[in-house]
Structure formats: structure tokens, C-alpha cells
């Protein structure tokens, strides 16, 4: 049995012991405080008893015939699938509503029956005597009962009814009822205050009609009865009020209380977490406002861990904060280009597959030996990687973040090349060139693309650089610009002062030991 059949079935019971708790609330009233209703006070004959089995399950039946036809569409498997999941969610909205509007009509039909028909069968109809015996019907019993079977209905009902609405979504559907959390009250405090002192005065009105016509021995034992049932009357409707305010204020409280615990286990960090929207009144609204936030702070938080993957997290944290502009600025920074040697002969000699899986594992080692030293991926082109320092956030030592990124590249390299020899593979080689000077940075790019670059002849040399390691046979190349920002710091060879494309003067070069 699936949970929205077992809360089927408790409510159900729900709904017959609560018109039995109001079966006994009638004759507690006829029976003590309405005492003069004749039908009360006779012999009841055989008539009567098979009068009452007839009209009581008759109304029984057509409840429930009624009942199972409306809520036949809530037992299927897959509610929230369809031509009439709306219809669906409509009625799992409606329930509550429903059998509390069930439970009244067959109140006013109980009143209508034994408060109209039943003397005029018998013959001891007046306009006066019906008229109370429908309010104790209808006004008293009908209208706590069809109250007490509501509220415990969706106390249940609450239970299940996320299985309808696994998107929280209960303000989308239309033509439902909204028991705002005023009208609730206003509700509550109607039964605990109108009620009990209609019963009071109905009370007093019945023992003072008595009083004129009774025996003077026994009118004072009218009155010490009268005190005995106002005493009564008063504890029993305090302890209903006491309960009642109790379980309205639970249907309340209950529904803030789970979304102040969400909102303690978003600010603890769990984004995951996910407020259940039980009504669709003004709590329901909070709740699913606050699903709606979290699920904006957890697509933000996916936005920047995926931003993460680009940049290094100082950087993107320094982005998103609005600290550092991307329109485009003079930095002064140190740029890094690494290149893959014998590139074209290993990708001719290696499948497509293994030559992705083996590149994508080299660029991780890469990427990371950059990131650890603050440095700024900007893009991997084919089997070359440009990286920056100190661009976009600024740092004074962005020289020697560079160098330390290229030895860690270069000690990163050689231990992923051991690991290739064990596997049988073929050891690869690099070449680093690393120059300081001045450029634009900023976002470069159409109206729908953009991507934070560097424009300037320091990165068209920086480049250069990189290739004078396949003529002068070294793996870390530094220029003199950058060399004289290190306060030798680091251990270099000069080599000779070359010529590079592209620049009408020699360039000044060192080897990184």
C-alpha cells in the first residue's frame, strides 16, 4: 500500500470518528442544555430507531459514493504525469477543503432531516422547536465537526501532499481554494468564542422558560443544575479551546518551523536542501520563494565553481566581487607560453582516442602547477597553453609566480612521464617562455562572446620565446625583463642575445637551471 493510500485510510476514519465525536456533541446538547426539544424527551419506538437507521445510512452512503468518485483520480501511480495531472493537483489541493465541506453538508442534511422532518413525521412540529433543533444541528455540532475534520484532514494530508507537487509549485495551480492564515484564525476564534456562548445563552434561555411553570421545590434544583452545566460548559470549551489553538497553531508554526531549518542548513552550506511546500497560502508562499532562492544560489554557486575550472578561485572570487574590472585596462604582467615538442609525430603515431585522454591528463598538470601559483589560464590552443600573472588581479611578485609555475611544470612533467614509462609510453617534452612588460587586458570579443585576453607585442614575444627552446635546446626560457625582476632569486645561464621575428632588435634570453 503506497503512502497517499494510507493516509486514504486514515482519513476516512478521520472522518467517521469525528462525525461521531459530533453524533455525541448532539445529544450532549439536546440532552442537557436544549432539554425542552420533545423528541428528546419521549419514548423512542421501533419507528424511530428504523427511521434514524434509514436517514443515517442514507447520508453515510451518498458521502462516501460521492467521496470515492471525487478522489478516485488521486490513487493513480504517476499523479504528476498526464492529460489530467492538473485535474489532479487540483483536487490534492481541494481535499482538506472537500471532506470538511462533505462532513457540513451532511450536517445540514442531518438538521434538515431531524430538525424539519422528523417532527413533522411524528407530529410535534412548531416553527420554534425546529428552528433550535436545526442550529444545535447544523449551527453547533455541524459547523465544529465539519472545523475538527478539516483541520485534522490536512494536518494528514500534508504528509503526501509534496508527492503531487515535487516541484513545490502550489501557487501555479488555479481555480482552488486559498485559506489565508487570517481567515484561519478568524475561523479558530469564531468557533471558540461565537459557538460556546450561543450554546451559554441557548442555556440560559431553555432553564429560564422552565423556571415560570415548575414547582417551586424544584426551581432551585433547576439552577444548581444550570451552574453545574455552565461549569461544564466552560471547562469542556476551555479544554477545545486550549486544543484547538494548540493544533491550528502547530498547522501554522509546523510549516515555519521546517523553513527556518532549511534556512539554518543553507547558511551552514547545504544547497542542496529543499523546503516542503504544504499549503498555498502566504507560508507556502515564503516557502517556495525560499526553494526559488536556493535553487538561484545553487545555480550561482554552480556558475562560479564552473567559472572555478577557468581561473584560479582568488581570481574568480576577485571577479564576482566586482573588485576587478574586465573593460579593459594597463597591467603590467608576466606572460607564460608552454608547447608540447614532436607534437606531430606522436599525434601520427597515437589513436585519436589516447592522443585526447593523454593531452587533456597533461593539461591538468599543467593547469594546476599554474593555478597554485596564482597564474591565469587564458587558453589552450591546440598543444600550447598562454597563461598570465598578475592580470586580472594584481600582484606585485607576478615575475616570480611565473618562474615557480615553471619549475613546478617542469617537475609536474617528469614525474607524469614516469608514469607513462611504466605504462609503456612514450615520454613527452616541452618548452617554456616566460617575458614581463606592459599590455591591454581586458574582455575581447563579439556582443555574444567574450574572453578575457591579453593585447600587446610582450605577449607576441613572450611567444617567441617559447620557440628559441627547440633551437637552443632548453626547456625553460626566460627574458632579460623578467630575469631583472627576480633580485636573483633564481639560479640562470645567459645565452646569447638572439634575433626574433618580429623585432628589429636582438632579445636579450636565459636558461632556468
Given amino acids: 500500500m503506497t503512502d497517499v493510500e494510507r493516509v486514504f485510510a486514515r482519513l476516512t476514519w478521520t472522518q467517521l470518528l469525528g462525525n461521531l465525536v459530533g453524533a455525541v456533541l448532539t445529544w450532549f446538547y439536546f440532552r442537557f442544555v436544549d432539554f425542552t426539544a420533545p423528541q428528546f424527551q419521549a419514548r423512542i419506538s421501533h419507528g424511530e430507531i428504523a427511521f434514524f437507521i434509514v436517514c443515517f445510512g442514507a447520508l453515510i452512503v451518498s458521502a ?6 471525487w478522489s478516485r483520480p488521486l490513487g493513480r501511480s504517476d499523479p504528476t504525469s498526464g492529460p489530467d495531472a492538473m485535474l489532479v493537483r487540483r483536487r490534492a489541493i481541494m481535499l482538506p477543503y472537500v471532506f470538511g465541506a462533505l462532513a457540513f453538508a451532511g450536517w445540514i442534511g442531518a438538521g434538515v432531516i431531524w430538525g424539519v422532518l422528523y417532527p413533522i413525521v411524528w407530529g410535534f412540529f412548531t416553527p420554534e422547536r425546529s428552528l433550535r433543533s436545526v442550529f444545535g444541528i447544523i449551527g453547533v455540532a455541524g459547523t465544529v465537526t465539519a472545523a475538527l475534520i478539516f483541520f ?30 487570517r481567515i ?20 440560559a434561555y431553555t432553564r429560564a422558560a422552565a423556571l415560570p411553570g415548575v414547582d417551586p421545590v424544584a426551581a432551585p434544583r433547576i439552577v444548581e443544575n444550570m451552574l453545574a452545566l455552565i461549569v461544564f460548559i466552560v471547562a469542556v470549551g476551555t479544554l477545545a479551546a486550549v486544543g484547538l489553538s494548540l493544533y491550528v497553531s502547530a498547522s501554522v508554526a509546523g510549516p515555519l518551523g521546517r523553513l527556518q531549518a532549511s534556512m539554518r542548513d ?44 577557468y581561473v584560479s578561485r582568488e581570481i574568480r572570487d576577485e571577479i564576482l566581487a566586482g573588485r576587478v574590472s574586465l573593460e579593459g585596462q594597463a597591467q603590467e604582467v608576466t606572460i607564460l607560453f608552454a608547447d608540447l615538442r614532436d607534437f606531430t609525430p606522436w599525434v601520427e603515431a597515437t589513436t585519436p582516442r589516447e592522443v585526447v585522454r593523454d593531452l587533456n591528463a597533461y593539461f591538468a598538470e599543467m593547469d594546476q602547477a ?42 609536474r612533467l617528469q614525474a607524469w612521464n614516469a608514469e ?48 628559441l627552446n ?26 646569447p642575445a638572439v634575433k626574433v621575428k618580429g623585432k628589429s632588435v636582438e632579445v636579450e634570453v636565459y636558461r632556468l637551471v
Fill in 266 to 309: 543553507v547558511e551552514q552550506g547545504d544547497l542542496d536542501t529543499r523546503c516542503p511546500v504544504v499549503t498555498n497560502d502566504e507560508i507556502g508562499a515564503v516557502a517556495e520563494g525560499f526553494n526559488r532562492m536556493v535553487g538561484g544560489l545553487r545555480e550561482r554557486e554552480f556558475l562560479k565553481e564552473t567559472f572555478g575550472k
Fill in 64 to 69: 462516501t459514493i460521492w467521496g470515492s468518485h
Fill in 184 to 203: 484561519r484564525l478568524l475561523v479558530i476564534f469564531v468557533m471558540l468564542s461565537v459557538i460556546p456562548l450561543s450554546v451559554l445563552g441557548v442555556l
Fill in 370 to 411: 599554474i593555478r597554485t601559483h596564482r597564474g591565469l589560464v587564458l587558453q589552450f590552443i591546440g598543444d600550447e597553453i598562454e597563461a598570465a600573472f598578475g592580470a586580472p588581479v594584481a600582484y606585485p611578485a607576478h615575475a616570480e609566480m611565473a618562474v615557480r609555475a615553471a619549475l613546478e611544470m617542469r617537475r
Fill in 420 to 467: 607513462r614509462a611504466r605504462a609503456g609510453k612514450v615520454p613527452l617534452r616541452h618548452g617554456i617562455g616566460i617575458h614581463t612588460g606592459s599590455v591591454l587586458a581586458g574582455n575581447i570579443g563579439s556582443a555574444e562572446r567574450h574572453s578575457y585576453a591579453l593585447v600587446g607585442d610582450p605577449v607576441n614575444l613572450a611567444s617567441r620565446i617559447q620557440s
Fill in 152 to 181: 485534522a484532514v490536512e494536518h494528514q494530508w500534508r504528509r503526501v501532499l509534496p508527492a503531487f507537487f515535487p516541484g513545490g509549485d502550489l501557487s501555479a495551480v488555479s481555480g482552488v481554494l486559498r485559506l489565508r492564515v
Fill in 470 to 495: 627547440k633551437e637552443l635546446g632548453s626547456d625553460i626560457l626566460v627574458s632579460g625583463e623578467t630575469r631583472r625582476r627576480l633580485d636573483g632569486q633564481f639560479e640562470f645561464v645567459r645565452l
